[in-house]
């Protein structure tokens, strides 16, 4: 038995409110770095996936206290993420002389851009462009561009009630793909795509100089390659997840094959959406030449056999698995189980770094 509590250092817990389940990670701050104090997950059973976990405020709280206590998390500082699918995110270009006249430009623009009422959103804005801090802004800097982001009101009260619930003090909550570009990306400025494949969504993100740029989410992911496992060939959904997963360690053990046929079909909205979005950015950049120079794929999903070798050869762009634990120290003896789930933990690792470095 220690007789000391455990010091008080900074440390910050990122919630990942997923489909399949919450997941926690405790990062510590060392001098700038990153460092794993503790992690934790529950999953959810397969009928209530569907369900959002934020209509349930009272038991979703109850279950990260009961995460936290059983990995014996030690702060109650978090930060949590905006599913991109209920998040109004995109990089605009709004005219302006000054200051002023920048913030109504901005609110103009959200109003036009954004489908829901101004008034029930919460809105915030990045200027992306270097402006004077006074003044008139000189001729050909009048062209500013910012990141609009918007979240509905309800959704975020819904949040914040939350973690009040589960005693935790709610320092931030952020789009998932800034938590994906820190555990992910870091300072690499050229123009990557991340794709998250998730249980009920994948979530294409296209990051440029460290924003993002574009954010598409789709209505696919793992689960729906589960249920066709379980309809054709007659066995619980239980089962049909067990396979998959099977057939990913087998595969893994035996790489270089192609995809299986199965899921080459399933595949095809997300490859159209992924196209889609390639050619969408490489169109906004034209005058450049820009194209997207990389994939990182992340999510549980990109555990499917032969993901990342198929993308590259099929998009003729480089694609990789992402190694969130890249930017944080950790324990070496615990490398294989957080390489193993490290594809599931991208999100709530990026969202605990949040404060750190
Ligand atoms: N080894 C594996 N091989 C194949 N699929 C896997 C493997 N491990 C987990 N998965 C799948 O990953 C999915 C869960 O991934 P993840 O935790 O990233 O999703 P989520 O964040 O809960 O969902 P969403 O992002 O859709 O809300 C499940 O569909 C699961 O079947
Ligand atoms: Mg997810």
Aim: positive net charge; glycine residues 8%; contains cysteine.
């Amino acid at each position: 038995m220690p007789f000391f509590k455990k010091p008080i250092k900074k440390s910050y817990l990122g919630v990942d409110f997923g489909a399949s389940g919450i997941k926690i990670a405790e990062l510590m701050n060392e001098k700038g770095r990153a460092r794993l104090l503790t992690y934790g997950y529950s999953d959810r059973p397969f009928d209530s996936m569907s369900t959002n976990i934020i209509d349930t405020a009272k038991d979703t709280a109850d279950l990260i206290r009961k995460i936290c206590a059983k990995a014996n998390t030690s702060s109650i500082k978090a930060v949590a993420g905006l599913p991109v699918a209920s998040v109004f995110s995109s990089i605009v270009t709004v005219q302006a002389k000054n200051k002023n006249e920048l913030q109504a430009a901005i609110h103009a623009k959200a109003k036009k851009l954004i489908p829901l009422p101004i008034e029930e959103m919460i809105i915030d804005s990045k200027v992306l462009d270097k402006i004077p801090e006074k003044g008139e802004f000189p001729k050909d800097l009048r062209n500013v561009r910012v990141l609009l982001t918007g979240a509905p009101k309800n959704i975020v009260k819904k949040y914040i009630e939350i973690f009040k619930l589960a005693g935790l003090e709610l320092l931030s909550l952020e789009t998932e793909a800034f938590a994906l570009i820190r555990s992910l990306v870091g300072k690499d400025p050229s123009p990557i795509m991340i794709i998250d494949f998730g249980s009920m969504r994948t979530n294409l993100s296209v990051i440029e100089k460290g924003t993002p740029f574009l954010n598409r989410s789709i209505n696919m992911g793992g689960h729906t390659l589960t249920k066709t496992i379980s309809q054709s060939l007659g066995v619980s959904l239980k089962q049909a997840e067990q396979m998959k997963r099977d057939i990913s360690a087998l595969t893994r053990l035996a790489p270089g094959g192609s995809l299986p046929k199965l899921l080459d079909n399933l595949l095809q909205p997300i490859v159209n959406e992924i196209k889609y979005s390639l050619n969408m950015y490489a169109g906004q950049k034209e005058s450049e030449g820009t194209t997207v120079e990389k994939i990182i794929l992340t999510g549980g999903s990109s555990l499917l056999p032969n993901f990342s070798d198929y993308f590259t050869k099929l998009l003729n762009i480089n694609t990789y698995l992402g190694d969130p634990w890249a930017r944080v120290i950790y324990p070496l003896e615990l490398k294989p189980v957080l390489q193993e789930m490290g594809p599931r933990f991208s999100v709530a690792i990026g969202l605990a770094m949040r404060d750190i470095g």
